[in-house]
């Protein structure tokens, strides 16, 4: 069974720093892209940034210039560097990633979220 675990969401003043860590587990063969997505009360889930597993990154336009995704050596794991946040990114944080397993295809995994809340 393929989890996704994230941490490192919680309570920050507008202009502070987190870091959300994201990490799969399980009888993996490869993973291909990461991401995160974020959804804000009342609003769709978006596209935050994501990374292909050759490194190539794409972000939104509103975090441009203050998020930072990254993977870990292993490949397994993604990270998302949120620095000046604002009030606006305020949000349920969920990791997603397309892992390929002994099945022999790719599946696209959700985790379970972790809440970012930024006061001003």
């Known amino acids: 069974q393929v989890q996704l675990v994230e941490s490192g969401g919680g309570l920050v003043q507008a202009g502070g720093s987190l870091r959300l860590s994201c990490a799969a587990s399980g009888i993996i063969v490869s993973v291909d892209a990461m991401g995160w997505y974020r959804q804000a009360p009342g609003k769709q889930r978006e596209l935050v940034a994501a990374i292909t597993s050759g490194g190539s990154t794409n972000y939104a336009d509103s975090v441009k210039g203050r998020f930072t995704i990254s993977r870990g050596n292993t490949q397994t794991t993604v990270y998302l560097q949120m620095n000046n946040l604002k009030p606006e990114d305020t949000a349920v944080y969920y990791c997603?990633?397309?892992?390929?397993?002994?099945?022999?295809?790719?599946?696209?995994?959700w985790g379970q979220g972790t809440q970012v809340t930024v006061s001003s």
């Open positions: 997603n990633a397309d892992i390929w397993t002994l099945t022999g295809r790719a599946t696209d995994y």
